[in-house]
């Protein structure tokens, strides 16, 4: 019997049982999938029907009638209307629970049956944005009035913040960019209008480096404008804070925040940030982290992932040598890297390209290598790739965008066979898609791990290991790689074995990365040039005092030293 679906408008009581990325509650009534609008796992609530589709409702709450126990009062005063911070109300141990179950759903929805690690995160969430993209518009309290804010959820309404910051962003970015709007005002500079075209100022677009607070402000114009000398100028005086002022130039109909035209108006080219001890230039168009401290331990935990192939290249006395796509200005690399890798990137952005070089040479990877390509493009990449591949390749980074990787380079990369591929993704979707691609052509992941950088919000990023399986016939089993290639002081104990040690005695948690750097230290194992800088500014992740003495006490209790 077909079931009935409820009218439009009618009013229904029911159990919020789960939540999806978007942040809406999920709840059944008579087996037919509900989403609710602002609901929590655990509400009880009575809802009205606003939506019917086929095989699915949506509804809004009316009522609480009991209250989730993850539910927590909004500490933002526009989060109902915001399309952003989808989890406001949300309790963010529960929120971690949500991302890594949508990892795991994703997953089970391409059909692959993979651990999903716990989520890793530095549990800040607010003020974590390094970046802040504000569209500009008139405002309705006045005659004439610019204001810059975020859109309502699923519309191009600016809600204007009034004075206020998110609180996602630094407080900085919130006063800057009341300043522009103010100064803007003043000059009866009109506002970018969508629907005819007309107006100057679409967007106010911000950068902030957290190694010395310094700020890069970008005005988003139609068209130049006359008077961006003095607007900077202004800026500048006002602010100390702020390094640079650029005009972007976006004469487009879309939706896209930049174009192509960039004009430094006032002060330094570039951002100068750190992240892993290793400091980046950054141009305004350039792709960097918006979240820096959940990067770094992203980063260290792709290093971890690595850290027994470069160990095992250096033991046999060869030089890593790994490709790094969708490179950006270097970064990913060059964190997970020791410096004296064969590092080769691809980025499609000039400017990148050049950041990347600049940054190559500030942290002393003297045979790093850029090349601007568009890794997107299976003809444009598979000569590039099929060069570098001639000489070997230890491992592959991939930090695709949301689309994930084409089909055919995926193809391509199981074809040139690199051991490892590291896979760092912001999309579970398309990670899942491609794994399956990349299982038939005979690689094997392990487990995902799931990273928020993006805490309140429906986003999760992942990093996962592939690994090449070589023999044409194989058995699958669960094998820690840490226990291969072991020296003669090891072969009794794992590293697992030390991680167990050191969890259950100390309550720390120590990666295969600070298990081999204190084994060097403990002479037992000899990695000469494994994690060794090029010069004293090249730094790379150490082991930290509390967990090396963890470590070495793990190593006496198994008569290792």
């Keep these: 019997m077909k079931r009935q679906m409820p009218e439009k408008n009618s009013i229904h009581t029911l159990e919020i049982t789960d939540m999806n990325n978007l942040g809406s509650g999920i709840g059944r009534i008579d087996n037919i999938v509900v989403f609710v609008v602002g609901g ?38 526009v989060s109902n209307r915001c399309g952003g911070c989808v989890y406001r109300y949300v309790d963010y141990e529960y929120e971690k629970e949500i991302k890594r179950g949508n990892v795991k759903a994703a997953l089970r929805r391409a059909g692959l049956d993979l651990p999903v690690n716990e989520l890793i995160s530095t549990d800040v969430t607010v003020g974590y944005r390094n970046k802040a993209q504000y569209p500009v518009g008139l405002g309705k309290r006045k005659d004439f009035e610019v204001i810059a804010g975020f859109y309502a959820g699923h519309t191009h309404e600016i809600m204007d913040l009034g004075g206020d910051n998110c609180l996602l962003q630094p407080e900085i970015f919130g006063r800057i960019a009341k300043y522009i709007c103010g100064w803007l005002t003043t000059a009866k500079v009109k506002p970018y209008n969508e629907k005819d075209r007309s107006g100057i100022t679409r967007h106010i677009y911000m950068r902030r480096s957290e190694l010395d607070g310094s700020v890069m402000v970008c005005v988003v114009n139609r068209k130049s404008y006359s008077r961006m000398n003095e607007l900077a100028a202004e800026l500048a005086g006002k602010f100390p804070e702020i390094s640079s002022v650029y005009e972007n130039v976006n004469p487009d109909n879309t939706n896209v925040v930049l174009g192509s035209e960039y004009r430094l108006v006032y002060g330094s080219a570039n951002l100068v940030d750190e992240i892993c001890g290793r400091r980046f230039e950054i141009a305004p168009e350039s792709f960097w982290q918006v979240n820096r401290g959940a990067a770094e331990r992203l980063y260290m935990k792709a290093g971890e992932l690595l850290c027994e192939v470069f160990a095992h290249s250096h033991e046999s006395g060869r030089i890593p040598r790994v490709l790094d796509l969708f490179c950006g200005i270097g970064t990913v690399g060059m964190c997970i890297c020791p410096p004296d890798t064969k590092l080769y990137g691809i980025e499609i952005t000039p400017s990148a390209v050049e950041n990347a070089r600049a940054n190559a040479k500030r942290n002393s990877f003297e045979k790093a290598e850029f090349i601007c390509c568009d890794a997107s493009d299976p003809e444009a990449i598979s000569s590039e790739i099929g060069k570098i591949a001639q000489g070997g390749l230890d491992a592959v980074i991939l930090d695709p965008p949301r689309k994930g990787c084409a089909p055919e380079l995926v193809d391509l990369l199981c074809e040139i066979s690199p051991e490892r591929i590291i896979y760092i993704s912001c999309n579970p979707d398309t990670l899942a898609r491609d794994l399956v691609r990349f299982t038939a052509g005979g690689y094997i992941c392990g487990g995902v791990t799931p990273v928020d950088l993006f805490p309140r919000t429906g986003h999760v990023e992942t990093v996962c290991l592939l690994s090449k399986l070589n023999a044409k016939q194989h058995i699958e089993i669960n094998l820690d790689m840490d226990e291969l290639d072991l020296t003669d002081a090891e072969k009794k104990t794992t590293y697992q074995e030390i991680k167990d040690y050191v969890l259950e005695h100390s309550g720390l948690k120590v990666s295969s990365l600070y298990i081999a750097q204190v084994k060097q230290k403990c002479g037992i ?12 500014d090249a730094k790379q992740p150490q082991c930290p005092p509390d967990k090396e003495k963890a470590i070495k006490e793990a190593l006496q209790h198994f008569g290792m030293i």
């Design 525 to 536: 194992i000899e990695r000469e040039n494994y994690n060794k800088p090029k010069s004293e």
């Design 40 to 77: 929590c796992t655990g509400d009880i609530c009575e809802v009205k029907i606003i939506k019917r589709a086929a095989g699915y409702l949506v509804a809004r709450i009316e009522q609480i009638i009991k209250e989730s126990p993850y539910r927590i009062k909004s500490d933002c005063k």
